[in-house]
């Protein structure tokens, strides 16, 4: 599904992604990587923060804010300044998501052995985003 969906998203795009630990989050920034042609290795940054994957016209920047408290140091890592420049991908940014502006909401659910994945968008620039996922996973 994200290596589908890849391809509609540029710099500039942020993705937030929702929901309880091992729910597939990282595993689906691997597959969203892999759909614009990274051969980076995809790896949690629970303890790092952010990483950066390279693809061949610009770089995704992917957050985790699983152990980040406060407001203020969410700010104070400066990783908004990379939002313009690259397609920001974010663990755990629920938890901030007054701090941003406009994003796509991917949700993630366990329900035994089965996952349920849902979109929605935040804003009027993932209104369009969002008919165009529907389009092409439906």
Not at 92 to 103: P, V
Request: with cysteine; charged share 25%.
């Amino acid at each position: 599904m994200a290596r589908t969906i890849a391809r509609f998203f540029h710099p500039g795009n942020l993705i937030v992604l929702d929901g309880d630990l091992g729910a597939g989050k990282t595993h689906f920034v691997k597959g969203f990587a892999e759909g614009l042609g990274s051969a980076d290795a995809v790896t949690s940054p629970t303890f790092s923060i952010a990483n950066f994957y390279r693809t061949c016209s610009f770089d995704l920047l992917h957050v985790d804010l699983y152990r980040i408290a406060s407001v203020d140091e969410f700010n104070d890592l400066g990783l908004s300044d990379y939002f313009d420049t690259s397609v920001a991908l974010i663990e755990w940014g629920m938890k901030f998501a007054d701090c941003l502006s406009e994003y796509l909401l991917v949700s993630f659910e366990l329900n035994g052995d089965e996952r349920l994945i849902t979109f929605a968008s935040n804003g009027e620039k993932y209104d369009l985003m969002m008919d165009r996922i529907k389009t092409e996973l439906c």
